[in-house]
């Protein structure tokens, strides 16, 4: 069975920073591109970083490059979120998804759209406030 367990979620200062984990278990993240999304209340699930597990390339959302770092651990079959100077608009419900994909250079036209991934997360909550 296919699942995706988020963690690593937290009330944080604007400053501060969190790592989110993403595990998944019952396949191996070899061939799949990983998207972390999230989702403030009132509005849409925004993209904002995403991984092909591949070929290792990775794209960020202007409101976070610079500031989040998308990595994998293949050894734990986990994809990771880095998140330095976090700011209160970082705040919100943070999902991982995941859908098969062997790589290739179309992966940017598709990266940060939630209608391409096939298995969620059941999301985990970054609050960022003083």
């Known amino acids: 069975q296919v699942q995706l367990v988020e963690s690593g979620g937290a009330l944080v200062q604007p400053g501060g920073s969190l790592r989110l984990s993403c595990a998944a278990s019952?396949?191996?993240?070899?061939?799949?591109?990983v998207g972390w999304f999230r989702q403030a209340p009132g509005k849409e699930r925004e993209g904002v970083s995403s991984?092909?597990?591949?070929?290792?390339?990775?794209y960020y959302a202007h409101s976070v490059k610079g500031r989040f770092t998308i990595s994998k651990d293949n050894a734990r079959n986990t994809v990771y979120l880095q998140m330095n100077s976090l700011k209160p608009e970082d705040t919100a419900v943070y999902y991982c998804a995941t859908v098969p994909f062997r790589g290739g250079s179309s992966f940017y036209r598709w990266a940060f759209g939630p209608d391409e991934y096939d298995y969620w997360g059941q999301g985990t909550q970054v609050t960022v406030s003083s």
């Open positions: 991984i092909s597990t591949s070929d290792g390339s990775t």
């Open positions: 019952g396949f191996t993240l070899d061939y799949y591109a």
